[in-house]
């Protein structure tokens, strides 16, 4: 008998094993074909992974190995997305510097990966903090710099009135600082932006050119928010006879003769034009800066209330009907959205109905179909429309073209195109971040710095809060900030604002290429080999904003020469998030956070890989089971037992021998599918076919082992050594399968009787139902269990069962 399986001994001895033969280094001039499997680099926080993190890992390394097995030259790297605001958080709590905090949570964030068997190339590995690494991104911002895509202008941000401080949407939880817990406002700051709102188009069109999840495309198309439309012009009066201009954005401008009031955002510059004309100036200063307290999401949210104010004294004209109608200020209108002013149509849609029924404005129907008095009718494109002038009686979709021919031939519009997308804020008042490589010249301007002064490393200072006027920790430093223009050598400051998180992530997968270059980016003979990337995969919560800002930048590095490809990932998936035992989201509030190492120092690396692949469909968030995670245990030690029965002299048994290639087929398909947990569950049949026999051929256990090596790699090794290889899993070649052996020509018929197991029987895998019936009905095991009875019903299932119904 065979000793028992020792988990942490074996999958020592492999990893020792892998990286003195160094197996998982990818070659730069290899003849065989690329493939580059990529998964998103964590930010290295000081609790390390949690079981989160291997689901993607896991599977992604599934793929690799295979790869590797099939001939292909792999390149699966990783690295440390390593600036972040909990690091800085943690400093301003300690004073312990966000490097040293960083290198030692990186340390042990890539102890643990080892650990867990994963086939990653070390030898490429990045880390967006090392000042090595983010010279060659401020290179980009430079690049864009010069191409006009970056630029600084005063804009509305979140602002922390406790930390005083600018914040992302994302820093912003339930409308409260993420740092604090403390009240933040909108305020207007000067903030460097990106244009990503010039590759709008591209980014949604060049959607269909690449192999990713219709679920991610729908996100990022929703995100980018195509609309076609009008803007339409109307003429704004004041009681004194000033005349402004306001231009809307209208998706339906088949509906102008329906408006009834406009509305501007409280930011929108009108209002500050308009507001010295304003007969109640002070009450509309006061909603302002009552809006600039609310966030978006609490000024959008659809609850019953609506607010605003009316610019009394201030009109509008609808040049559709020449009437007039008043303008508005409310802050369920964004400035960011459109041209941050409304045409208001209550007739046809809900929150305008429900602020004109609360001030008591005008509803005109212009689409019939409803009663606009109960309720707004939204339906829209099942009506006709009415009180429309010469649009009456027509469809929706024909007056909608037609109205925009009238307004441009009338000359107070124009056909358009918008999107939901704005320009990207790429500023932020924090220390641990990339400097912004620009010096403000009192003569010259905003300058950049030349490309041979970077990288610009950040300075060392003494404390990492913000100063108390919502600057970053940089503008405390006088000796950093104040320098020499580069253009005319006069005096100078450098920005003190740094690159947000989003800003190293957005090309980390083209350093991979060329990690160790000082040259340049990477050089171009290596992306051209390697890029794109054949197969990423990361969580859905980033398809809106690192899969978008990335796409983004490629493409850019693409239209100056950078890169070879105009997409980056020719393929996207995604996975399910591990939820607490409970069902809830794992939190250390909630008590529900697993530990990964709890987990593989109990029962091993295989076995906790094996069962994240197990635990349910690869895209669908599953609560974890420390229960399920055994029963991945309890099958390697059976796995472990089947050596004992593996004898040279086994004879060929025809239904292991189409097991096998079944199982080869279904195995290779599911993991190309990410069916993962289905091609665990065939293994799992596999094993327990060969364990009912007393003897196992080799090579049926040999193609057991290769399909599990992806899945359980230092358990497969092991087994392959032991039954007499020499060579390494990853230097095998990947199992296949014979279509002729995935037919039988006999199989196993079982019979049941009342749906208890009574008999089986040998027949033709061809056999008809009416044989199969006659031989279960005449089997000497079974009539004992029908004489005397009536057989009520026969169910047969052709190549499986006979079920018997007798009563």
């Known amino acids: 008998m065979t000793e028992r ?169 339930g409308g409260a600082c993420e740092r604090c817990g403390g009240e933040v406002v909108r305020k207007v700051k000067s903030q460097w932006m990106l244009r990503i709102t010039k590759y709008a188009e591209r980014l949604l069109a060049d959607l269909g050119t690449v192999d990713y999840l219709d679920k991610i495309k729908n996100q990022q198309a929703n995100w980018i928010g195509r609309s076609r439309g009008a803007e339409v012009d109307f003429p704004v009066i004041t009681a004194g006879g000033d005349e402004h201009t306001m231009r809307i954005f209208t998706t339906r401008p088949d509906t102008l003769f329906g408006v009834t009031y406009m509305v501007l955002a409280p930011e929108h510059h009108m209002v500050a034009e308009l507001l010295p004309k304003c007969e109640n100036a002070p009450e509309v200063r006061e909603y302002v800066e009552a809006a600039s307290r609310k966030s978006d999401f609490e000024r959008t949210e659809v609850v019953k209330e609506v607010s605003g104010v009316p610019l009394k004294g201030v009109s509008a004209v609808n040049p559709a009907t020449q009437k007039n109608v008043p303008v508005w200020v409310a802050d369920y209108v964004l400035i960011s959205y459109g041209t941050g002013a409304i045409m208001a149509v209550p007739g ?217 490809t105009p997409e980056p990932y020719t393929k996207r998936t995604s996975h399910g998030l591990i939820l607490g035992e409970n069902g809830e989201k794992m939190s250390k509030s909630r008590g529900n956070v697993v530990n990964p190492d709890e987990m593989v120092d109990k029962y091993g690396a295989d076995a906790f890989r094996l069962y994240e692949m197990f635990m349910g469909a690869f895209d669908q968030p599953i609560p974890w089971s420390t229960q399920g995670l055994n029963g991945m245990n309890r099958f390697l030690h059976r796995v472990w037992e089947l050596q004992d029965k593996v004898d040279a002299n086994a004879s060929e048994d025809a239904e292991i021998t189409h097991l096998v290639h079944l199982s080869t087929r279904k195995v290779t398909e599911d993991i190309e599918a990410t069916k993962f947990n289905t091609a665990v569950a065939q293994l799992m049949t596999l094993s327990n076919a060969l364990g009912r026999l007393e003897k196992v051929r080799v090579e049926d256990f040999d193609a057991f082992v290769l399909l599990l090596s992806p899945f359980a790699p230092h358990i497969a090794e092991e087994l392959r050594e032991r039954t007499g290889h020499k060579d390494l899993v990853a230097e095998c070649t990947w199992p296949t399968w014979d279509e002729s052996k995935l037919k039988l020509d006999t199989v196993t018929i079982v019979v049941q009787v009342n749906g208890k197991l009574r008999a089986n029987f040998t027949a033709s895998a061809e056999a008809a139902k009416e044989s199969l019936e006659e031989a279960a009905l005449g089997h000497q095991r079974v009539k004992p269990f029908i004489e005397g009875k009536t057989v009520r019903k026969v169910i047969v299932v052709p190549g499986k069962l006979v079920n018997i119904v007798a009563a």
């Open 5 to 173: 399986y020792d988990a942490q001994s074996i999958e020592s001895k492999w990893r020792e094993r892998w990286e003195a033969h160094g197996c998982y280094r990818a070659e730069d001039n290899s003849p065989k074909p690329k493939y580059y499997v990529l998964v998103e680099f964590p930010y290295p926080s000081g609790e390390g992974l949690h079981v989160g993190h291997p689901r993607s890992y896991t599977a992604l390394d599934v793929v690799a190995r295979k790869r590797r097995m099939e001939g292909y030259n792999v390149l699966y790297p990783m690295g440390w997305d390593a600036f972040g605001l909990p690091t800085e958080n943690f400093a301003i709590k300690t004073g312990m510097h966000p490097r040293v905090v960083t290198e030692r949570n990186v340390n042990r964030f890539r102890q643990q990966l080892k650990r867990m068997g994963f086939s990653f190339d070390w030898s490429r590995e990045v880390d967006t903090t090392d000042p090595r690494y983010y010279k060659w991104t401020q290179w980009i911002f430079l690049k864009l710099w010069e191409k006009g895509l970056a630029y600084k202008t005063e804009m509305p941000i979140n602002w922390c009135t406790s930390c005083a401080i600018g914040l992302a949407n994302e820093e912003v939880v």
């Open 348 to 564: 046809h849609d809900e929150r305008d109905w429900r602020f004109a029924k609360t001030y008591n404005l005008p509803i005109v129907e212009v689409i019939a179909g409803g009663d606009v008095s109960k309720e707004a009718f939204t339906e829209i494109e099942k009506g006709t429309l009415v009180n429309s002038g010469p649009l009456n009686g027509m469809a929706p979709s024909l007056a909608i073209e037609k109205m925009t021919r009238i307004v441009e031939d009338e000359g107070y519009g124009r056909a358009s195109v918008q999107y939901r997308l704005r320009d990207w804020v790429f500023s932020r008042q924090h220390y641990w971040g990339e400097p912004i490589p620009m010096v403000d010249c009192p003569s010259c301007g905003w300058v950049p710095l030349p490309e041979s002064a970077l990288p610009l490393v950040l300075p060392q200072v003494e404390r990492y809060k913000p100063t108390d006027t919502g600057e970053s920790p940089l503008a405390a430093i006088t000796d950093w900030v104040n320098t020499t223009c580069p253009k005319c050598k006069g005096p100078a400051k450098r920005e003190t604002d740094t690159m947000p998180n989003w800003a190293g992530s957005s090309w980390y997968f083209l350093r991979y290429v060329d990690p160790h270059n000082d040259e340049a980016l990477a050089d171009p003979k290596k992306l051209d080999y390697w890029t794109p990337v054949d197969w990423y995969n990361g969580g859905m919560e980033h398809t809106t904003l690192h899969l978008l800002y990335s796409r983004f930048w490629h493409k850019f590095l693409y239209d100056i020469g950078v890169v070879p």
